[in-house]
């Protein structure tokens, strides 16, 4: 018998089940087709400026920076800004998103490179595909779009989110996730994000910057 | 209360453990963290305890379904493009790991925390075959340079101090200026980071566990606070996954209701710097992820679990919050447990894992205070179960004499539950006193029942590959 054939019959002996019975195979396509929210907290379930208020105390209690621009033209200026207030050069890499590459960066002094990361990049800017205000958690897709090595690699990491992408929990998040990528489907990695890297592995201190990025700094554009 | 000390080595190991002072010194960053942490972020969520059925119940149905959730998961995960190996035992696991390492000619192997690679002795395995395994996670690194198993399931370096990790650094990182200043907590980790951020460009494969399986999707999630699990299964071209058959969940909706338990009980955030979540090989129009993807799914004596009292140890998300608030952890450190699963936890899955004639005695470590199962996010009887065991243990008549004696008088305050509950309250005060100022203690009243009368592994006294070979030729599953 194989590995796996002996596992489920393991399984199965211990469960008293066949593994054929109609009625637990009901059950458990139903749950994954309804995929039941469970407890939601109250927490997130706010709108308007009290969701984004939700989200920057959040997000600022995990450590993370957020600053708030008027409108996606915006963003390049409070980008050059951080960067200028950070003492950083004024070079940033990003990916291919359509976001991203509508705003104008022209206007500032950024050396731009496009492309993942190859673990030399200081400064990274992606744009992320949602923002959990219960956490103050952002979400990002991968893709060519937003490279997962930008949201880890670089010392600095900026991410663009816009204020119409917060969300009051990670339900909500999910269910927009599904409108666009397809029930059962996933882009290959989604990382959550809450503050930057840290470790607390020697004596219980907690230090920043342990792996991944040392700052996190979200840009929230409204508008 | 009389002391009958039956095995001269765990009278060592527990008087080596309570004299030493840098151990000392190091639980009392335990006893004070993490308790405190936890519980001011509970008590800033209303939902909290809610949640925690709600995550007990997803888990029970979970495993109550558990051979069509897999089925399910399994389907996923090859429909994105990944593949699904089989693993009845630790053997097994680390012969499908190997197979893979050695078809892709990989030299070096980073990897993220995983209990179940520690569970399996992967990383002796991958070096027997001339691969370099780098853990990646600090306290995991710190530990993998003193040649250590974790003391903790998610604080793996706990026992130690700075100046113990500092030491170290300077004995392997030749390469670095002798001179340089490390009394800093922050120069050890800026020194950790610039050697290990070479390990992941170079790695050739990444390991990585995973805290859940979903199968709605064939993803797999991993929680870190470093970004070392998540750099370690974006970089390499191949990334493989080693988990156990417990760790799925049916859809995303579950495992956020997890989440939400899960960091806010093991390290009193509101959620864990990085929560990644992992579905098949890069796309490919991608330009990062690795180009295979592999899940190891091991059983190792777990399905044997189901159906059985212990099926409720099954809903572990190993967060470990009940080693964090149990006095006698934080008396003699996860090491004098044995095997790689310290604390209450450990003490009910190593008896079902290695077999209850190896790890039958570690339920006694226990002072029933009930602390573990107060905190447990899913709800684990742990102290039930560890009763469970003892009276296994007692049927099988594995317990010297004297341990029966001592079992005769637990049974004694069992069978009179006010009187026990009295017992074990009052002990808990003078537990909690003792300890408060002197931040260690000398001696473990109450259940002076515990240093009393049981029998420890020795902790330091074989490595962690003797004490795998001795428990397979013992014939362990
Ligand atoms: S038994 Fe409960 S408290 Fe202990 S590690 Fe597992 S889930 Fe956490």
Redesign the pocket.
Same mark, same amino acid.
């Given at each position: 018998m194989s590995a796996r054939d002996e596992i489920f019959a393991n399984l199965r002996r211990s469960l008293g089940v066949k593994g054929s019975e109609a009625p637990r195979r009901h059950v458990v396509q139903e749950r994954l087709e309804s995929a039941p929210k469970g407890l939601v907290p109250q927490r997130g379930q706010l709108i308007g400026e009290g969701l984004i208020e939700l989200f920057k105390t959040q997000a600022e209690a995990a450590m993370a920076s957020v600053v708030e621009v008027d409108g996606p033209m915006a963003v390049p200026e409070a980008v050059a800004e951080y960067l200028r207030a950070s003492n950083l050069p004024a070079r940033i890499k990003m990916g291919d998103d359509l976001r991203l590459a509508a705003m104008p960066w022209g206007e500032t002094a950024l050396e731009i490179s496009k492309g993942r990361s190859d673990g030399q990049d200081l400064v990274a800017v992606n744009h992320a595909f949602a923002g959990v205000a219960e956490t103050g958690t952002l979400t990002m897709t991968s893709g060519p779009e937003n490279p997962s090595t930008l949201n880890l690699l670089p010392d600095y990491a900026i991410v663009v989110l816009s204020a119409k992408d917060v969300v009051g929990d990670y339900e909500t998040m999910w269910a927009r996730l599904r409108d666009e990528y397809g029930k059962g489907q996933m882009p290959r990695t989604v990382n959550w994000i809450t503050g930057p890297s840290r470790s607390a592995d020697i004596e219980q201190t907690l230090l920043l910057g342990a792996h991944g990025p040392r700052s996190l700094h979200i840009v929230l554009v409204n508008g | 209360m009389t002391v009958h000390v039956t095995s001269p080595k765990f009278k060592d190991n527990a008087h080596r453990a309570l004299q030493d002072e840098q151990l000392q010194k190091a639980m009392g960053n335990v006893r004070q963290g993490f308790i405190d942490r936890r519980a001011a972020v509970a008590a800033k969520l209303p939902e909290f305890e809610a949640l925690r059925d709600s995550a007990r119940d997803i888990k029970n149905h979970t495993l109550q379904h558990l051979d069509l959730y897999l089925e399910q998961y399994e389907r996923r995960v090859t429909a994105a493009g990944g593949h699904v190996h089989w693993a009845r035992t630790a053997d097994e696991a680390r012969r499908a790991i190997l197979d893979i390492c050695k078809r892709v000619g990989a030299r070096t192997v980073t990897k993220g925390k995983s209990m179940i690679s520690e569970e399996i002795g992967l990383n002796a395995a991958l070096e027997a075959a001339n691969i370099r395994p780098v853990e990646t996670d600090l306290g995991e690194y710190i530990i993998q340079l003193r040649g250590e198993i974790p003391s903790h399931?998610i604080a793996p370096a706990v026992h130690l101090n700075a100046t113990q990790v500092e030491s170290d650094f300077r004995r392997v990182h030749t390469h670095l200026d002798p001179q340089r200043d490390l009394s800093q907590p922050v120069q050890l980790l800026t020194e950790a980071r610039g050697v290990l951020r070479d390990r992941f460009l170079a790695a050739d494969v990444g390991i990585t566990g995973a805290n859940f399986l979903i199968a709605e999707t064939g993803t797999s999630v991993i929680v870190t606070n470093e970004g070392n699990g998540d750099l370690t299964q974006t970089m390499p071209k191949v990334h493989i996954v080693i988990a156990s058959i417990e760790k799925v969940v049916p859809t995303l909706e579950d495992v956020s209701q997890i989440l939400r338990v899960l960091a806010r009980?093991a390290t009193g955030q509101e959620m864990s710097v990085y929560t990644t979540f992992s579905t098949g090989p890069r796309r490919p129009e991608d330009v990062d992820g690795p180009e295979e993807y592999h899940v190891v799914i091991l059983d190792n004596g777990r399905s044997s679990m189901l159906g059985t009292t212990f099926q409720d140890?099954l809903?572990?998300?190993?967060?470990?919050?009940?080693?964090n608030h149990c006095p006698v952890y934080h008396a003699v450190g996860g090491h004098a447990y044995g095997w790689v699963y310290p604390?209450?936890?450990g003490a009910v899955l190593s008896p079902s894992l290695i077999g209850v004639d190896k790890a039958g005695h570690l339920p006694n470590a226990s002072t029933f205070c009930g602390r573990?199962e107060s #905190?447990?996010? #899913?709800r684990?009887p742990?102290p039930k179960l560890m009763r469970h065991w003892r009276e296994r243990e007692f049927e099988r008549h594995l317990q010297p004499a004297t341990f029966r004696s001592g079992l005769g008088f637990w049974a004694y305050f069992a069978k009179r539950p006010r009187l026990y509950r009295l017992a074990t309250s009052v002990a808990m005060r003078g537990l909690a006193w003792l300890g408060r100022d002197k931040g260690r203690f000398k001696t473990l009243p109450l259940a002076g029942g515990w240093t009393d009368f049981r029998d420890f592994p020795a902790p330091q006294g074989a490595t962690f590959q003797d004490q795998w070979k001795s428990r397979r030729a013992g014939g362990a599953k």
């Open positions: - | 399931i009980s140890m809903r572990c998300i190993r967060c470990g919050a009940c080693m604390g209450p936890m573990c #905190v447990c996010p #899913v684990i742990l």
